[in-house]
């Protein structure tokens, strides 16, 4: 997997969460205004898979990841289970870090790329099971910055209310 971070999905991480010399001001022709979280520079990863099922784990709470870059691959094909969708709020630092930004259903051989701390879960799994392939990647010399101490300086904002998940 460490190969795969280095010569794949580096430039990808580039590309949506890197410097401004690297990052995509579009993405499939739509306006893509990401910012600097380390993406032209992962070096370190945490890679694990997980199921979901009913009567098993059912679902994830809403939470952020301890990295800057995460890579979500769906293994499962989508015919395969029935719900499980995740769901995206603000990242954890915005006043909107509870409100409900978009939701996803998963599927066999894409990858869902959101920065680690943006909040997110997974919702109940309704029927089947559902897999993914989780990349959680980190940028030491961008965790070594003043932006990210900038940005991670700030305890969770709790002001404002959530959105209800279902």
């Avoid at 949506?16 to 370190?44: C, M, Q, T």
């Avoid at 989508?78 to 509870?98: K, Q």
């Avoid at 920065?115 to 029927?127: F, N, Q, S, T, V």
Wanted: glycine share 10%.
């Amino acid at each position: 997997f460490s190969a795969f971070l280095k010569y794949v999905l580096l430039p990808v991480g580039a590309r949506l969460f890197g410097d401004d010399r690297d990052r995509s001001r579009a993405v499939g022709g739509a306006a893509h205004a990401g910012e600097d979280w380390g993406g032209s520079s992962l070096d370190d990863h945490h890679t694990f898979v997980v199921q979901y099922a009913k009567g098993r784990d059912t679902h994830l709470d809403m939470h952020i990841d301890e990295c800057d870059v995460t890579f979500n691959f769906g293994l499962t094909d989508a015919a395969h289970f029935a719900g499980n969708d995740l769901t995206f709020c603000g990242m954890y630092y915005a006043d909107t870090h509870r409100r409900r930004s978009a939701t996803y259903k998963h599927a066999r051989g894409r990858c869902v790329v959101p920065r680690g701390k943006r909040r997110h879960g997974a919702l109940d799994i309704e029927d089947g099971e559902r897999a993914s392939l989780i990349m959680w990647t980190k940028s030491s010399s961008f965790r070594a910055t003043a932006e990210y101490a900038r940005r991670n300086v700030r305890a969770l904002n709790h002001s404002g209310g959530a959105d209800r998940v279902r």
